[in-house]
C-alpha cells in the first residue's frame, strides 16, 4: 500500500493486487495512509497455485486492473 501510494501521489496511476483475505487490512492501511489506493483482490490461497492457475487468477483480473489504472 505504501508504494502504491508513493506512485500515485508522484502522478504514476497503479493498483496493487492482493488476494480476498487481505481486504480489510486494505481498508485499514488506506484510513492510516488517508489515501484511497486503487486496489483489486483475487482469490485465496495464493501460494499453492500451479502456473496454469495463477496465469487463470491473472487473466481473470486483467479487466478490473487495466480499468482501475484508467480509471
Do not use: C, W, Y
Request: aromatic fraction near 6%; proline fraction near 4%; glycine fraction near 6%.
Amino acid at each position: 500500500m505504501h508504494d502504491t501510494t508513493n506512485l500515485e501521489v508522484r502522478g504514476i496511476p497503479t493498483t496493487f493486487v492482493a488476494s480476498e483475505p487481505f481486504r480489510e487490512a486494505a481498508e485499514a492501511q488506506a484510513t492510516a495512509l488517508g489515501f484511497d489506493a486503487s486496489r483489486v483482490f483475487v482469490g485465496h490461497p495464493i501460494q499453492d497455485r500451479t502456473d496454469e492457475e495463477m496465469q487463470a487468477l491473472a487473466d481473470g483480473a486483467l479487466e478490473a486492473i487495466l480499468k482501475s489504472i484508467s480509471a
